[in-house]
T-cell receptor
């Protein structure tokens, strides 16, 4: 059963701590993406990766870091430099950069206090 | 600056009637558009798409209309069903670009 998994569903951290959100896909997709959703706002792109060992900043990359060591995995680290980390984070993938349909995971809600 | 706008945060429709969700965009380079449906605590799921070479695309109860001159697209759901109650996002992309830009979403409630 192919899809995208994100874990955990809910995550709580203290301010000043780095936290890593997991994203795994078994769709054999080349491209992967991280979005952030805040109340009343659309999805905003944090980082994307078109192939293994390559990734690009999106519109709101400050305070975040990613890695793409394997095709299936695209973890996102929310660093202590991110001023407003509390949000709903969504990971997505698509067949390739030029493929327009993105498949989304169930999301991780991060709360930082 | 929001390049894709959904000006109606919410919409309520009676079951069996038509639901019309609207989306406006500002970037004339956008040439591909998607609609996603999202239930609470879940990721969005792809619903329907349209490219700028068309002005209409239909898939069952869902039809998307594109008016390029007005930079406007709309999603029609006929007939609306209670299971259609969800948040609907439109997204736009330029073929020369690397990302989609999403609207803020419209929460549709279909009343039985």
């Amino acid at each position: 059963d192919g899809g995208i998994t994100q874990s955990p569903k809910y995550l709580f951290r203290k301010e000043g701590q780095n936290v890593t959100l997991s994203c795994e896909q078994n769709l054999n997709h080349d491209a992967m993406y991280w979005y952030r959703q805040d109340p009343g706002q659309g999805l905003r792109l944090i980082y994307y990766s078109q192939i293994v060992n390559d990734f690009q900043k999106g519109d709101i990359a400050e305070g975040y870091s990613v890695s793409r060591e394997k095709k299936e995995s695209f973890p996102l680290t929310v660093t202590s430099a991110q001023k407003n980390p509390t949000a709903f984070y969504l990971c997505a993938s698509s067949i390739s950069r030029i493929s327009y349909e993105q498949y989304f995971g169930p999301g991780t809600r991060l709360t930082v206090t | 600056d929001q390049q894709v706008k959904q000006n109606s945060p919410s919409l309520s429709v009676q079951e069996g009637r038509i639901s019309i969700l609207n989306c406006d965009y500002t970037n004339s380079m956008f040439d591909y558009f998607l609609w996603y449906k999202k239930y609470p605590a879940e990721g969005p799921t792809f619903l329907i798409s349209i490219s700028s070479i068309k002005d209409k695309n239909e898939d069952g109860r869902f039809t998307v209309f594109l008016n390029k001159s007005a930079k406007h697209l709309s999603l029609h759901i006929v007939p609306s069903q209670p299971g259609d109650s969800a948040v609907y996002f439109c997204a736009a992309s330029a073929s020369t670009g690397n990302q989609f830009y999403f609207g803020t979403g419209t929460s549709l409630t279909v009343i039985p």
